[in-house]
T-cell receptor, first 114, second 107 residues
Framework: SAVISQKPSRDICQRGTSLTIQCQVD?????MFWYRQQPGQSLTLIAT?????????ESGFVIDKFPISRPNLTFSTLTVSNMSPEDSSIYLC???????????FGPGTRLLVL | GIQVEQSPPDLILQEGANSTLRCNFS?????LQWFHQNPWGQLINLFY???GTKQNGRLSATTVATERYSLLYISSSQTTDSGVYFC?????????FGEGTQLTVNP
């Protein structure tokens, strides 16, 4: 099973600034995904990070606000841009590769925007 | 997209009690997972169960794919079982999560 790590684990940021979250998988994976969990809410898929091409965003999420990179098969970043308090959430990374059944998530990044 | 409905939204138990959590899907899914989110926010995978029955210790799960629902059973609950239980379904890893069941187990 893939082991997923995220950096930072938590951060407190000022509104109007940007934060880049890193996701590292300990093995090469086909797909990587970013989810958001707002306080007291469920998880919502933000986008699929595609290696070598632009990310695929879900309805309600746009590249200007959440630019994503995936330079190789083990690493991805999510940037939360021009932050507002409404962006305060836990951001989680997960991966999938062929034949995989059990879904593992990274430990999450807790973001508080003041 | 798929709609995922979980019940009950909240559940309070005494230690040692049993419970059943339910998840209904609006459409067929070929990927169905149950997770436990601990108080620190970590999502722990409990089961991958698109159909059939699985057991792991005090936990078991059953999915009836033809009727688009899944059940999670917790027996002899312990305080460490507290947290939020999510089911999620979809294809591959594009999962849609339910709203979760907040479980509190009191000593």
């Amino acid at each position: 099973s893939a082991v997923i790590s995220q950096k930072p684990s938590r951060d407190i940021c000022q509104r109007g600034t940007s934060l880049t979250i890193q996701c590292q998988v300990d093995s090469q994976v086909t797909m990587m995904f970013w989810y958001r969990q707002q306080p007291g809410q469920s998880l919502t898929l933000i986008a699929t990070a595609n290696q070598g091409s632009e990310a695929t965003y879900e309805s309600g999420f746009v590249i200007d606000k959440f630019p994503i990179s995936r330079p190789n098969l083990t690493f991805s970043t999510l940037t939360v841009s021009n932050m507002s308090p409404e962006d305060s959430s836990i951001y989680l990374c997960t991966s999938w590769t062929g034949g995989q059944e059990t879904q593992y998530f990274g430990p999450g990044t807790r973001l508080l925007v003041l | 997209g798929i709609q995922v409905e979980q019940s009950p939204p909240d559940l309070i138990l005494q230690e040692g009690a049993n419970s059943t959590l339910r998840c209904n899907f609006s459409d067929s899914v070929n990927n169905l997972q149950w997770f436990h989110q601990n108080p620190w926010g970590q999502l722990i995978n409990l089961f991958y169960i698109p159909s059939g029955t699985k057991q792991n210790g005090r936990l078991s799960a059953t999915t009836v794919a033809t009727e688009r629902y899944s059940l999670l059973y917790i027996s002899s609950s312990q305080t460490t079982d507290s947290g939020v239980y999510f089911c999620a379904g979809g294809s591959r890893s594009r999962l849609t999560f339910g709203e979760g069941t907040q479980l509190t187990v009191n000593p």
